[in-house]
């Protein structure tokens, strides 16, 4: 394993986001020797620690992981603390000096990483400071790491790009979607692309439709003031599910590269049929949970903290849509998420067309192909044949394949995965600005149609049950139904 030699800047050091998901992927980096003696992290936020403190904090966030204490001790020594106030200019230059400090002192050379984890609405401010006050390197590389959500809409979004384009040319930017780090996520272009029995009738002569299932268990939790401005729609569907939507639906890369993903998911998202005002009922389907049926178990989501009483954010989305170009033009690809429902389940399921078989008097059953992303990491497929004994009735077989939870647990998880593509410069597993141009004109088209009618039928589910009863007549109305029941 090659050291790799970085100083990284991040901004929310002290926040929830950086505790939870970034000083534990770390970590697991510098156990597995990917990053070790040539690399310090700066953390920067408004409250007032000391370096000390800053450490003890981190320690903290690593306890439930593998490595012994000396280790993890030895991991925090690398960690600065400065105190920082965001729209202060000389901040900055208490950044860069304590940077170019630790620099010397970790011979990183120049390699910087700015990572933002903090309240999007500080990204550009960052930004424009980082340039003005010279913080970006000129002997090593400069890399920024912007967290979801990237703008609320596609101005807001635009705005935001273009101020951190400014500072940065986006091979320096990375986006990220933890979707894209994740294992089964990874292995859907191997799926599709080296197996002739898959690829040959991945198209609209032999699918029927696809379904993208991002389900969850777990309400909106401590994060209502980021959720009651955001909703499902643009949580979950904008980044997460469209991301996935392109890898399932793009035409073949010339090869396996940033470049040659990126403009086959420019492709994909050309054909991207944006609703009209008066399509968006047809098509899409919002709800937001109640309490649950058992006495004293889930609150409704109106009474869950710093939640508005009258609440019209949905906690859950359905949707059709649909791909206009030769490979998909009529195929339906729904899309499912949501927040309190019976479990957690990320999933793809394809389903190919039914035919009426010339020579067996029933018709054939569909073959269902399943890409299982969560909690399970594996492949399913359903396919016809025979029932065993005397008889020519047809029966349902099932192949699976799954990692196991051994092998899984070796891998770089999708956060740790993504930082380390960071360090190593790699884009392919991250979101560039014309997917997310696409993606939002596609949201914002939804978005505007139910703000102006707000919903009526509010809260519409009961917590721990499947969703708005809606979202099974969206399949219905063709004939068509879940393939996940939860
Ligand atoms: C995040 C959303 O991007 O993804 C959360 O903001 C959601 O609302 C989470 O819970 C789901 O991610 P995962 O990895 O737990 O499926």
Redesign the pocket.
Same mark, same amino acid.
């Given at each position: 394993v090659s050291e790799n030699r970085v100083l990284i800047y991040i901004f929310g050091g002290s926040g929830d986001l950086a505790h939870r998901k970034l000083y534990p992927a770390l970590f697991n980096l510098y156990r597995k020797n990917h990053i070790k003696h040539n690399f310090a992290v700066i953390g920067t936020a408004r409250r007032d620690w000391s370096d000390d403190y800053y450490r003890s904090t981190i320690l903290k966030s690593l306890e439930e992981l593998p490595g012994s204490f000396n280790q993890k001790n030895s991991f925090t020594k690398h960690f600065y603390y400065q105190a920082h106030d965001v729209t202060d200019s000389k901040h900055y230059i208490a950044l860069d000096n304590l940077g170019i400090e630790l620099e010397k002192k970790y011979e990183t050379q120049g390699n910087r990483i700015f990572y933002m984890a903090m309240a999007p609405k500080f990204f550009a401010t960052i930004a424009e400071h980082l340039k003005s006050q010279n913080l970006v390197s000129e002997k090593g590389y400069n890399r920024i790491v912007i967290e979801?959500p990237f703008g609320r809409d596609f101005a807001s979004a635009k705005e935001l790009n273009d101020a951190i384009s400014d500072t940065f040319s986006e091979d320096q930017i990375y986006r990220i979607d !933890?979707?894209l780090g /994740?294992e089964m996520v990874l292995g859907l272009l191997p799926l599709r692309f080296s197996n002739p029995f898959f690829e040959q009738v991945w198209n609209r002569d032999f699918i029927d439709n696809i379904q993208i299932n *991002?389900n +969850?268990e *777990?309400g909106v939790e401590d994060?209502a003031g980021y959720?009651e401005t955001a909703g499902a729609l643009r949580?979950?569907v904008q980044? !997460?599910i469209m991301q996935i939507l392109a890898l399932t639906t793009l035409g073949a890369p010339e090869k396996m590269s940033a470049e040659a993903l990126r403009d086959q998911k420019q492709k994909l998202f050309a054909g991207l049929q944006v609703y009209k005002p008066e399509e968006v009922s047809k098509y899409f389907v919002r709800g937001q949970y109640g309490a649950s049926d058992i006495p004293d178990h889930e609150p409704a989501y109106r009474d869950e903290p710093n939640v508005a009483p009258n609440s019209t954010i949905e906690t859950f989305v359905a949707g059709e849509v649909h791909i206009d170009n030769d490979q998909w033009r009529g195929v339906p690809i729904f899309i499912r998420t949501g927040?309190r429902l019976p479990e /957690?389940n990320?999933r793809i399921d394809v389903v190919f067309k039914p035919r009426q078989n010339p020579i067996f008097s029933q018709p054939d059953e569909p073959n269902i192909l399943t890409i299982e992303i +969560?909690p399970e990491e594996g492949v399913a497929l359903q396919f016809n044949g025979k029932k065993i004994g005397q008889t020519t009735d047809p029966a349902r077989y099932q192949l699976t394949y799954q990692h196991s939870k051994a092998e899984i647990a070796q891998v770089l998880d999708?956060y740790e995965r993504l930082i380390y593509d960071v360090i190593l410069g790699d884009h392919t597993n991250f979101s560039h600005w014309l997917e997310l141009e696409k993606t939002w004109k596609f949201v914002d088209a939804i978005r505007q149609y139910w703000d102006n009618n707000a919903p009526t039928d509010f809260p519409n589910y009961k917590s721990g049950t499947a969703g708005p009863a809606a979202s099974d007549s969206l399949l219905q109305r063709s004939n068509r139904q879940w393939i996940y029941q939860p």
């Open positions: 979801k !933890h979707y /994740k *991002l +969850e *777990l994060r959720y949580d979950m980044n !997460h927040k /957690k990320s +969560e999708a």
